[in-house]
């Protein structure tokens, strides 16, 4: 029996409800101003938000969002200009990789330093002659170098289409791992028989007076660091609503903030919002540059957790920002997202794979809805294990740059902290007495 056509079309609609209904169910928001996102095995964080000032902030991520929907299309032009914010202890060494491939797979002109250094004039913006200039003034493509974030400079050192992205991870979780790369500990004479130094120090963060400074610029490995990075002035730590409204503009001016803790779906987001392919956002490694420590799995005291948080107040707000605005995008994106999650996962179990095992001469990966088929060589294996000076080298001699120069005295402060944090006492001893 024939069926009438609307009902079969009746039909189609209730089922395309549930199964979108089914997709979506795990998605909720309280009416309150404390809002819980929760996107099922996504996230589950509280959020502080107004919604009436986020609603422009939303409107201004649409207009990129909505090129990662049309991807598969001849509309989708991969974004070659982008300024990658190298956040220090945050993923960072990991991530950078795969933007220093596109890089120079792409011929891209790389802002890099004089002595081709892994940082440029940081915490200062790149000083004239301490960076490789353009011919003509001509703008840069690409910076994936250590550099701190500012907005004036950098709009004028790259073209207007340029996408801004960085990385942050749980506030935390990198408050550890500094306290212990940096040897805070040491350099501010912490000493405990009963108790670690990470425990000691959070008993009154604020007595160890940690702030650091070089250069004229104050900043603090222990507190805000990767807001820091992200150009904040550590003058501003107490001021909640400067903060407020200085993280507003981040969120306006980033294309996207990768989320270590959600890594593979931050990256994923990125190859839609950049255009980019499977192949560019491959990585070799599931984590760089990682080391162990005693109190690396700590987990703080309620107390502890408390007392961090109002420590390091405007990096929490940071982050919460970021993470939500992650999880916004996403939600704007097509149903199949976490499958092309689970592809990428898939792909790279089996690339990493191949590299490790040393047998064959290339590897097909099989095409899918988010990716053509590729057959990756084995020298493929060696662009996935080139660290960070090799890369830049090669972006070096490709783009014919001129000899570098000596690095003369190059910044570093794990290895001079204890030096830089003797300039901030002296400088606030002046203050004082001036």
Request: aromatic share 14%; hydrophobic share 35%; net charge positive.
């Amino acid at each position: 029996m024939r069926k009438d056509p609307f009902v079969a079309f009746l039909g189609l609609l209730a089922f395309g409800g549930v199964a979108i209904l089914a997709y979506f169910s795990d998605v909720a928001f309280t009416d309150n101003s404390s809002r819980t996102l929760t996107l099922g095995r996504r996230l589950d964080v509280p959020v502080n938000v107004d919604p009436i000032k986020r609603e422009d902030q939303i409107e201004d991520n649409h207009s990129a969002l909505a090129d990662s929907q049309k991807q598969s299309s001849k509309d989708c032009i991969p974004k070659k200009h982008f300024v990658w914010i190298k956040v220090h202890k945050a993923g960072s060494q990991t991530t950078t990789p795969l933007f220093e491939r596109f890089a120079f797979n792409n011929h891209l002109k790389v802002l890099l330093g004089v002595h081709n250094g892994p940082s440029i004039s940081w915490p200062l913006p790149p000083k004239e002659g301490k960076y490789v200039q353009m011919k003509e003034g001509e703008p840069f493509d690409a910076l994936y170098s250590h550099s701190r974030y500012n907005k004036t400079w950098m709009e004028a050192h790259f073209p207007d289409d340029t996408a801004y992205l960085a990385i942050v991870k749980e506030p935390f979780t990198h408050f550890k791992s500094c306290f212990h790369y940096y040897g805070v500990s040491r350099k501010v004479g912490i000493k405990s028989k009963d108790k670690s130094p990470l425990r000691k120090f959070l008993e009154d963060p604020w007595r160890y007076k940690t702030e650091a400074m070089s250069q004229g610029i104050r900043w603090d490995k222990t507190r805000n660091a990767q807001l820091f990075d992200l150009g904040f002035p550590m003058e501003k730590s107490d001021d909640k609503e400067w903060t407020e409204k200085y993280i507003d503009q981040l969120d306006r001016d980033f294309l996207l903030v990768i989320i270590l803790e959600y890594h593979d779906e931050s990256l994923i987001l990125l190859k839609r919002l950049m255009c980019w392919t499977l192949y560019d956002i491959l990585l070799g490694s599931a984590s760089r540059n990682s080391r162990d420590y005693g109190y690396k799995y700590y987990k703080p005291t309620p107390e502890e957790e408390e007392t961090y948080r109002k420590y390091a107040a405007a990096e929490y707000a940071m982050y919460q920002r970021f993470n939500q605005s992650l999880w916004e995008k996403i939600s704007q994106q097509s149903p199949d997202f976490f499958q092309e999650v689970d592809n990428y996962r898939k792909v790279t179990t089996q690339v990493r794979e191949f590299c490790q095992g040393g047998k064959g001469k290339g590897l097909v990966v099989a095409g899918t809805p988010w990716n053509k088929e590729y057959r990756l060589p084995r020298g493929f294996c060696t662009d996935l294990k080139t660290n960070d000076p090799r890369w830049r080298s090669k972006s070096w001699r490709q783009l014919g740059y001129p000899p570098r120069r000596p690095p003369g005295d190059l910044f570093n402060a794990r290895v001079y902290l204890g030096k830089f944090l003797q300039a901030a006492r002296n400088d606030s001893a002046e203050r004082e007495h001036s």
